[in-house]
T-cell receptor, first 112, second 113 residues
């Protein structure tokens, strides 16, 4: 059964710092990996989707990488801002499945 | 932009009531999903649907049912609400195609007393 882990559970950084969020998964037979952002009391917003054949995806200040063979993905946030404060979740879709398996998220606080 | 709309942001119901949670998407997506999110447990899939009138059980279907009579609408039904169903409920949709991203609504915070 696929398991997705995100460490640390919480992270606090000063504004302007570059930071990396980590995601690991136990079964490398994935179809894709998706990163989401969740603001308190709200739904999830899709940030980036990386297909299994891809190494990375970029959107603005965000860059997500995927190393399928080692079961790891990272989300790099450049020049962090207070508005980046949120919980970031990763989720993987296994081959042949409609379902996503979610990690429990990393709660990011960017201090002005 | 994809819009997934959940009819209620907050809902308070009594134990034993029948509860309907409604979700509508405006992008003609084939797939729709219901998740619940609880502290320490993360997101868990309750049911999903890949076509009108089609449904599949997720990881925790007990105590729930669903209805998809039209492509744009996916309803979650709590047949007899219990206090352990107090949770945040999230609806999501996506296109057919395994590399289509998932789009979420804003959630319904349900409290059962």
């Amino acid at each position: 059964k696929q398991e997705v882990t995100q460490i640390p559970a919480a992270l606090s950084v000063p504004e302007g710092e570059n930071l990396v969020l980590n995601c690991s998964f136990t079964d490398s037979a994935i179809y894709n990996l998706q990163w989401f952002r969740q603001d308190p009391g709200k739904g999830l917003t899709s940030l980036l989707l990386i297909q299994s054949s891809q190494r990375e995806q970029t959107s603005g200040r965000l860059n997500a990488s995927l190393d399928k063979s080692s079961g790891r993905s990272t989300l790099y946030i450049a020049a962090s801002q207070p508005g980046d404060s949120a919980t970031y979740l990763c989720a993987v879709k296994n081959d042949g499945s409609y379902q996503l398996t979610f990690g429990k998220g990393t709660k990011l606080s960017v201090i002005p | 932009d994809v819009k997934v709309t959940q009819s209620s942001r907050y809902l308070v119901k009594r134990t034993g009531e029948k509860v309907f949670l409604e979700c509508v998407q405006d992008m003609d997506h084939e797939n729709m999903f219901w998740y619940r999110q609880d502290p320490g447990l993360g997101l868990r899939l309750i049911y999903f649907s890949y076509d009108v009138k089609m449904k599949e059980k997720g990881d925790i279907p007990e105590g729930y049912s669903v209805s998809r009579e039209k492509k744009e609408r996916f309803s979650l039904i709590l047949e007899s609400a219990s206090t352990n169903q107090t949770s945040m409920y999230l609806c999501a949709s996506s296109r057919t195609g395994l590399n289509s991203p998932l789009h979420f609504g804003n959630g319904t915070r349900l409290t059962v007393t």
